[in-house]
């Protein structure tokens, strides 16, 4: 069982930067992938970024250059540091962990982002 639990929403104007928190809790040697994913109103969820404990990151074109995650050593906390937000930016950011075991994923609750002015 492996436990996700976001946080570091909120509203920010464009330009802002946020700061989100994916907490990880349980049998973290089962994971193989972190990533965030998030979903807009009317719109389907999409990846932004995605990390494995070996230190690969990949970044969707959406976020390359502007947001970056950052890990703990230890494994049990991800970041995505988000910088020169944009309004097409809102949407409820999720992270999801990918395991070697059944049920082979698992998703946080997720956490909301505005940005608006």
């Known amino acids: 069982q492996v436990q996700l639990v976001e946080s570091g929403g909120g509203l920010v104007q464009p330009g802002g930067s946020l700061r989100l928190s994916c907490a990880i809790s349980g049998n973290i040697y089962d994971i193989n992938s972190i990533a965030w994913y998030r979903q807009a109103p009317g719109k389907q969820r999409e990846k932004v970024a995605s990390?494995?404990?070996?230190?690969?990151?990949t970044y969707e074109d959406s976020a390359r250059g502007r947001f970056t995650i950052i890990r703990t050593g230890d494994w049990r906390t991800i970041y995505l540091q988000m910088n020169s937000l944009r309004p097409e930016d809102t949407a409820v950011y999720s992270c999801?962990?990918?395991?070697?075991?059944?049920?082979?994923?698992?998703w946080g609750q997720g956490t909301q982002v505005t940005v608006s002015s």
């Open positions: 990390t494995t404990p070996a230190g690969s990151t």
């Open positions: 999801r962990a990918g395991t070697t075991r059944d049920p082979f994923e698992y």
